[in-house]
């Protein structure tokens, strides 16, 4: 598989609108939230919304993976690259997404490892991801790119798991 991310632009309107809809059709939540906080619908406004921050807003970049070889998107991943304490009610540094066809192929990992890339690239030197503890498949791509578990943590009625992730300690890809 291989596997890129890319920054949104009208040459991948038919790719986003072609996932976006089948997690549409799915009825799930679409995650990072970064890419679903506006109508994809309306494309034009779609991609102005997505890389203007609204005040308040934590500053961020938002990629979405592309399979080069299939000319398809098969997930999106957020990266917030400044820490403060609204990081952890957020999920952490990186927010990542996979759709649901392309799930338990690996694309997570690959996709986590493509945006610790791009961390390392703006001197993030250490990462914290979060996911739900039932979602066994989250939690196995997070290890798989080095995660530490902290602890678990109840959020929103939810217990969730807090990874750690040094990017300085990561081989480069």
Known sequence: MNLQLVRLSDK?????IDMMDEWTRAGEKIIPYAIRKNDYHDFDRYLAGLYQAEEGDMPDVTYFCLDVD???????VNICPIWNDGLLESGGNIGDGVRPSERWRGVATQMISLALEQCRELG?????MICARDN????KSIRNNGGILEKEIEMDG???????IDVRKLHHR
């Not at 993030?124 to 914290?128: E, F, G, H, R, T």
């Not at 066994?136 to 939690?139: K, L, P, V």
């Not at 939810?158 to 750690?164: C, F, L």
């Open 136 to 139: 066994i498949g989250s939690a």
């Open 124 to 128: 993030i030197a250490k990462v914290l």
């Open 70 to 76: 299939r000319d398809i998107f098969v997930g999106a």
């Open 12 to 16: 991948y309107r038919t790719q986003l």
């Open 158 to 164: 939810e217990i969730v798991q807090m990874y750690w």
